[in-house]
């Protein structure tokens, strides 16, 4: 199960971080990402972070904005958003999965939360 939390609404240039709090699987196992999905459009994987070593890859739409981290304690997941814009605005699933997918071809998903940014 994952459940996200921290999704809200600010303007411009401000910042809001998510976290994802998983259980029921090996969580020190694989991957947790990020997906996001505006309307109308296509679901893009924005950041994943590998449980076991901490690595981490964004695409290029966030890279040097977003920041993924983990507390492994707490198996918990977070996204760190600055400087946002607002074609940032979307829904935010957080995703999992122990085999480390490509893209956003995930196993298991959370509900989501709604980031929207004014302009």
């Known amino acids: 199960q994952l459940v996200e939390s921290g999704g809200g609404s600010v303007p411009a240039g401000g910042s809001l971080r998510l976290s994802c709090a998983a259980s029921?699987?090996?969580?020190?196992?694989?991957?947790v990402g990020w997906v996001r999905q505006a309307p109308g459009k296509t679901r893009e994987a924005i950041a994943v972070?590998?449980?076991?070593?901490?690595?981490?890859h964004y695409s290029d739409s966030v890279k040097g904005r977003f920041i993924i981290s983990q507390d492994n304690a707490k198996k918990t997941v977070y996204l760190q958003m600055n400087s946002l814009k607002p074609e940032d605005s979307a829904m935010y699933y957080c995703?999992?999965?122990?085999?480390?997918?490509?893209?956003?071809?995930?196993?298991?998903w959370g509900q989501g939360t709604q980031v929207t940014v004014s302009p």
């Open positions: 995703a999992a999965d122990p085999d480390c997918p490509t893209g956003d071809l995930y196993r298991y």
């Open positions: 029921g699987y090996t969580y020190s196992d694989g991957c």
């Open positions: 972070i590998y449980t076991g070593d901490d690595s981490t």
